[in-house]
């Protein structure tokens, strides 16, 4: 089993910047990637962002590439989520969750095994 725990959402004023993070326990070691989703009211959750556990490879959705960074620290076994020039369509419950060995830069949520309870990220216009 593996625990992830997320931390960091808020409100913020649209052209603003939050971190939000997220600290897995557990088996921790069985992870091969992490990833962040969100879901906004009324909405199905979408993909935000995903990264290896070893190498750093990285992806993202075309509504966050060049505004969101995705990042981890191995040693903190800790997964990060640096989001600026936020505006108030990322408004959602942010979601950390992790995933074994499988697809590479898994981008759907069905590929992940682990979740987080989320945090939730208010961005007023």
């Known amino acids: 089993q593996v625990q992830l725990v997320e931390s960091g959402g808020g409100w913020v004023q649209a052209g603003g910047s939050l971190r939000l993070s997220c600290t897995a326990s557990?088996?921790?070691?069985?992870?091969?990637?992490m990833g962040w989703f969100r879901q906004a009211p009324g909405k199905e959750r979408e993909f935000v962002a995903t990264?290896?556990?070893?190498?750093?490879?990285?992806d993202y959705a075309d509504s966050v590439k060049d505004r969101f960074t995705i990042d981890r620290d191995n040693a903190k076994n800790t997964l990060y989520l640096q989001m600026n020039s936020l505006k108030p369509e990322d408004t959602a419950v942010y979601y950390c969750?992790?995933?074994?060995?499988?697809?590479?830069?898994?981008?759907?949520?069905?590929?992940?095994?682990?979740w987080g309870q989320g945090t939730q990220v208010t961005v007023s216009s």
């Open positions: 557990g088996r921790a070691f069985s992870i091969y990637s």
């Open positions: 969750a992790a995933a074994g060995p499988g697809s590479l830069l898994p981008n759907r949520a069905q590929e992940y095994t682990y």
């Open positions: 990264i290896t556990w070893i190498g750093g490879s990285k």
